[in-house]
């Protein structure tokens, strides 16, 4: 009897270290799809001043084009508090004759929708574990009874590679397909950023 219990305990000391051996520590963000952030004062979508210490990240972010005022899509990542930034920008806004149409808060996180008649704009506010991932959306006030377009990106007679660019600032090129490692995010692949999981786009 004895004998058993001692090959069922090395059994399952064998079992234990296999699983450890797969096990990778790593810092929170060592796997952050977000990379390529640009130091800025001021949003490119909104012309507005933003909390010191806000990057833009080029690569997530694109600009429509053809539009008579900016439109697309503008991420920033900072380590500022989500109600204090979204406080800032409400007054910023308000000044340039923007109105807040829609506020709400999970937490700390914050969807706000702004209107200044021709316009539209929605801001998302997503707090991490030390930073906080702002989204800015913008672009032209559709009328009423507008139709609904859904663009679908994998039907091949949807082709939109000139309706958009990519948002001025980059300051990196794109890495070469040999460099990537395992840790590099693949399209597609869901990534944890604090304690929230996001799916990873290609714009």
């Not at 998302?124 to 800015?136: F, S």
Request: glycine residues 8%; aromatic residues 6%; negative net charge.
């Amino acid at each position: 009897m004895p004998a058993r219990l001692v090959i069922l305990a090395l059994l399952l000391s064998l079992l234990t270290l296999a699983g450890c051996g797969s096990i990778r520590m790593q810092g929170p963000f060592a796997n952050d799809p977000l990379t390529g952030g640009l130091d800025v004062s001021t949003s490119h979508l909104l012309q507005v001043t933003l909390p010191a210490g806000m990057q833009r990240y080029s690569s997530h972010g694109f600009l429509l084009s053809g539009t008579m005022s900016p439109a697309g899509l503008e991420v920033l990542r900072g380590s500022v508090d989500s109600a204090q930034t979204s406080q800032a920008l409400f007054a910023a806004l308000q000044g340039q004759g923007w109105q807040l149409r829609l506020n709400l808060q999970k937490g700390r996180r914050i969807l706000q929708v702004y209107d200044n008649g021709q316009d539209m704009a929605v801001l998302h506010y997503r707090p991490q574990a030390a930073l906080t991932i702002l989204e800015i959306w913008r672009s032209s006030r559709m009328a009423d009874g507008a139709a609904l377009d859904i663009f679908v990106p994998d039907n091949p007679d949807n082709n939109t590679s000139d309706s958009y660019t990519e948002m001025p600032g980059e300051t990196y090129p794109p890495l070469p397909a040999e460099v990537l490692d395992d840790d590099t995010p693949k399209p597609g692949q869901v990534e944890e950023w604090g304690d929230t999981a996001m799916q990873e786009r290609m714009l």
